[in-house]
Every structure is written in structure tokens, then in C-alpha cells.
């Protein structure tokens, strides 16, 4: 079966780093558009960042451009996201998903089209 499980999490000072990875198994990884979501308490669930099945186009939110990047290794069938000059504002459970699209779309930001979710990593920034 389909298995996402997300490592990484942890609590650091606002301008730390943390480095959050995803490993797949189960799927056919480079089929896979694969992004990182973030849910803070009391909010919605909202994309942090995305990348398509080739790892040639991504997405982030506004609110952690220049900060934070994704990455995968298909060596490894491992999704990162590496996040620096962390905010207190970007304290929240991160989740990694994958999404498997037809037609030509390389990349989605819409959580609705991702079918397979791993269980979350706490992320917590101080100030």
C-alpha cells in the first residue's frame, strides 16, 4: 500500500533551519507531482509548496518564497523541503502528498487532486 511518512519536524528559534524529508514507497514516485502543506491550528490546510513528476517546475506560497525549497531524490523516492529563516508564523503540522494527474498538467496546488497524504510532522518555531 501507498505509504508517505514525513521526518524532520522539530522546535527551533525563529531564523533556524529545518530540513523536512517524505519517504514514498508504494507509488511509482516519478509519476507522482508531489507537495508539501502545511495547518497551523485553527486554520485551513494550505500548500506550502509543490513540484512536478520531473522535478523541473515548482510552486511555493508567497508567504515562504526565498525561504523554503523542495526537492526530490528518485534515487531515494524521497521528497525534502528544506526550510530556512524560519517565522513563528510558519509553526504548524507539515504534511507531504501526492498527486497523480492525467492529461498535461505539471504541477496542481489544489489539495482536493492529492490522493495520498502521509501523517504529518510537527514543526514548531519560538521567538
Known amino acids: 500500500q501507498v505509504q508517505l511518512v514525513e521526518s524532520g519536524g522539530g522546535s527551533v528559534q525563529a531564523g533556524g533551519s529545518l530540513r523536512l524529508s517524505c519517504a514514498a514507497s508504494?507509488?511509482?514516485?516519478?509519476?507522482?507531482?508531489m507537495g508539501w502543506f502545511r495547518q497551523a491550528p485553527g486554520k485551513e490546510r494550505e500548500i506550502v509548496a509543490a513540484t512536478s513528476r520531473k522535478g523541473d517546475t515548482t510552486y511555493y506560497a508567497d508567504s515562504v518564497k526565498g525561504r523554503f525549497t523542495i526537492s526530490r531524490d528518485y534515487a531515494k523516492n524521497t521528497l525534502y523541503l528544506q526550510m530556512n529563516s524560519l517565522k513563528p508564523v510558519d509553526t504548524a503540522v507539515y504534511y507531504c502528498a501526492a498527486a497523480y494527474l492525467s492529461g498535461i498538467r505539471e504541477i496542481t496546488t489544489n489539495s482536493n487532486e492529492y490522493s495520498y497524504w502521509g501523517q504529518g510532522t510537527q514543526v514548531t518555531v519560538s521567538s
Open positions: 508504494g507509488l511509482i514516485f516519478s509519476r507522482a507531482i
